[in-house]
């Protein structure tokens, strides 16, 4: 009997730790669970006998809680945080100002040199011991430091001999949330708005503390909560209220709230007769109501503007420029040290020019004209955050204005929740491109830094892909792109793989054989939805609306830039968008070496030919074969190239927890469904122009365009 009583809570004891293994994502790469590597644990637990961190401030609060977690949780052993040196060798954290002993360290040349928000990981020798050190010049440096610390452990790095020095290369790092009050988010799909509006500002969920450790954890120092299309009543006493709960929570974590300011707002809630940005009465407006805004968020951040762009209010709206519109609020807001952040996404509904051209034509004769806490955020291409385009052409055209990088992390174009596109490379491919403004070197990530035009306010903007989906981000491999967005926006240098690396370590495996195969997945993932969405330049060709699947077909709507048609320009002749001197000329706005290069269609890059050429549908491409043939094969090779992820994460079975494995094999299959959507919905399409065969050797379309056409997705989520 005692025997059968012995046997039955073994195994409840280990279903109940089968169970407690279970993976819900929810932890993203901050897991802290015990390294299995003995030799390096005991390194570890030998160099970090003590955790010694002096001073108090809420941040070094979260300093000391956070080693705590991650440590113990790591190192599987508890561990104490002191304020004096133990006798053996420990972890010494702090500023000069809050540690007598970094203090005696005297690193204050080091120091110097990694400003207010770096952080130096020393191996010192101290009085004879040694000790690792984490220091910075202030506690956000330090809280920085802490979790790059955090990561070395993670990553199983040697400790032992650390000469890390770090600083931000773009000042502001910035999530944008499109997240509405009612708490649907415009294009997000990973569940509801992750803010609970109602319950706040009462009922803090822990998530919010969260969302603040994960961010902290990559450097992101900044927060715009609300949809880019605003609702005036966030701006209200009631919803401030919540804000402020909000930015209570983020402020020791170092993460600024901003919101979105929409520009009727003075009519809405000021029951004013204009927003004009000139009338006193409505710059009186914003001035009491950014100083009321302080009352309750002394440093809230300031405001993100979509202005005169798809529908939203402006200061054209009264014959006004965006300059006028933007210094009006900068104006009220360089007081209390906020900045506003006036978005170039705009597109004149009276301007039959091409769309690419558009933002460049208002925005450039403005350069030189903002105020100084004004910085215009650019979407890293013209179009609309397509799965490729050529660098927006801005960048490198307003040399005295400090251009923000709009990205966007939520995949609106590339697969939305379902699909697996991990994005770094796509960002490095923006901010590596070369603008030529001041000659070669003239990178957009200069641009983007501020380096080039030695700006003082620089900045990166992500628009988010969190919601409140238990893991986050829906697809697991969405919190790479959270992640990687934010490690590029504090050093644009760091490669893809060194950030693919850090993030499968943290989040799936260290074993090296699973964490090869899943950076090759990774590496080659944005590429495969190129291919079978829109290879070689095309763009603009998914489906009405909901932005989910194919639509190469969709015509006639309210504006003809909001149609397929009008950027594929497939007839009988060829396919692609004449950007050059012959067409729209929108090459023109790019620096004389780009257009050299860009505008010949034999030394333009086949990745964007189309975007800049109408080319013959028999003209000979790089492989020998002709444009119909070819992309006939990039189509087909999107699809081709996630059965080979599918095959890849097929075989890690076993070596990824049971959950998350089950959940990417069931997306990577809705993945290989859509990319033989994509591929036969835009190769049947096609050829009703090109009428040519798709080459024999390729697998044939499985239905016909008229069944293609019919498909319309109901109620896709992030519309
Ligand atoms: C488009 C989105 C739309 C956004 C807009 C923007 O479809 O929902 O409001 O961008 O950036 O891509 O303002």
């Known amino acids: 009997m005692k025997k059968v009583l012995q046997f039955s809570l073994l195994f409840i004891a280990f279903f109940c730790h089968l169970s407690l293994k279970a993976e819900d994502g929810y932890r993203l790469w901050q897991r802290y669970d015990q390294l299995q590597n003995k030799d390096l644990l005991k390194q570890y637990r030998q160099s970090l006998n003590g955790v010694v961190v002096q001073g ?14 991650g440590m113990e949780g790591l190192l599987g052993s508890s561990i104490t945080i002191a304020n004096q040196l133990p006798k053996k060798a420990s972890l010494v954290v702090g500023t000069p100002a809050s540690s007598p002993i970094i203090k005696e360290l005297g690193l204050e040349q080091k120091l110097k040199e990694v400003g207010q928000e770096g952080y130096l990981l020393l191996s010192q020798k101290h009085k004879g011991k040694n000790h690792t050190v984490i220091a910075a010049n202030s506690d956000k440096g330090v809280l920085y430091g802490t979790f790059h610390f955090l990561r070395l452990l993670q990553t199983q790095q040697n400790i032992q001999a ?23 988010v415009e294009r997000g799909y990973a569940g509801f708005s992750i ?17 603040a450790r994960a961010n902290a954890s990559i450097g992101i120092n900044g927060t715009v909560l609300t949809n880019v299309n605003a609702n005036s009543l966030v701006l209200t006493p009631e919803y401030l209220q919540k804000v402020k709960a909000l930015a209570d929570v983020f402020r020791p974590y170092g993460i600024k709230v901003y919101l979105t300011a929409r520009f009727s707002s003075p009519i809405e809630l000021g029951k004013l007769k204009t927003a004009d940005p000139l009338d006193p009465a409505v ?27 798809e529908g939203q209010p402006g200061p054209q709206n009264y014959n006004r420029s965006h300059a006028d519109g933007a210094n009006m609020l900068a104006e009220v807001l360089a007081p209390k040290g906020g900045i506003v952040m006036w978005r170039a996404f705009v597109y004149d509904n009276n301007v039959p020019d091409d769309r690419h051209k558009q933002a460049y034509t208002e925005f450039k004769p403005l350069d030189g004209t903002f105020q100084g806490n004004v910085m215009v955020q650019v979407k890293n291409g013209a179009i609309d955050f397509q799965p490729r385009e050529p660098f927006h052409p801005l960048f490198g055209a307003m040399p005295k204005t400090p251009l923000m990088m709009e990205f966007q992390i939520t995949q609106e174009y590339l697969g939305q929740g379902t699909h697996l596109a991990y994005l770094a490379p796509m960002f490095k491919e923006t901010l590596t491109a070369d ?52 490690r590029l926006a504090w050093d644009h240098e760091l490669t893809s793989e060194g950030i693919a690396d850090e993030w499968i370590k943290m989040t799936f495996s260290s074993a090296p054989s699973s964490q090869a195969a899943i950076r090759t997945m990774m590496m080659g993932s944005r590429e495969a939805v190129v291919n079978y969405m829109t290879p070689m330049g095309l763009h603009h ?8 699947g194919p639509g190469p077909w969709i015509k006639d709507k309210p504006r003809a830039d909001w149609t397929s048609v009008y950027y594929h320009r497939a007839d009988e002749k060829g396919l692609g968008f004449d950007r050059t001197k012959t067409g ?20 333009c890059p086949e990745e964007v030919l189309l975007w800049f050429h109408h080319v013959a549908w028999d003209a000979k491409t790089k492989s020998g074969r002709t444009l119909w043939d070819e992309l006939c094969y990039r189509y087909s090779g999107g699809v081709d190239s996630v059965r080979a992820m599918q095959k890849t994460w097929n075989s890690l079975e076993g070596q990824i927890d049971k959950e998350r494995h089950q959940q990417v094999k069931q997306y ?52």
């Open 435 to 486: 603008t030529y403004a001041k000659g070669k070197g003239s990178t957009v990530a200069k641009v983007v830094d501020g380096s080039l035009d030695n700006h003082a306010i620089s900045g990166m903007a992500g628009v988010a892909n969190i919601g409140n989906d238990i893991n986050w981000t829906s697809h697991p491999f969405g919190q790479a792109n959270w992640y990687a967005f934010g």
């Open 584 to 603: 729209s000329n929108a090459l023109s706005q790019y620096a004389p070496e780009v257009q050299a290069q860009w505008g010949n269609p034999t030394t």
């Open 541 to 548: 060709l998914m489906g009405w609306s909901h932005h989910y």
């Open 195 to 211: 803010w609970d509006w109602h319950k706040l500002p009462d009922y803090i969920d822990q998530r919010y503390i969260d969302y």
């Open 283 to 309: 710059k009186a407006w914003w001035k009491n109501k950014v100083n009321e805004i302080y009352t309750y968020i002394p440093d809230f951040g300031g405001f993100t503007v979509k202005a005169n762009s």
């Open 56 to 69: 108090s401030s809420p941040t070094l609060t979260v300093v000391k809680e956070e080693l705590e977690m």
């Open 162 to 184: 650390l000469n890390i020095s770090s600083s931000p290369k773009t000042k502001l790092r910035i999530l944008n949330h499109w997240d509405n009050l009612d708490r649907t």
């Open 668 to 719: 990577l299959a809705i993945q290989e469904k859509d990319a033989r959507w994509w591929r036969d919905a835009c190769l049947l399409y096609f050829q009703t122009f090109s009428k040519r065969p798709i080459p024999q050797e390729l697998e044939k379309p499985q239905g016909t365009l008229e069944q293609f056409m019919k498909i319309e997705p109901k109620f896709a989520p992030g519309i």
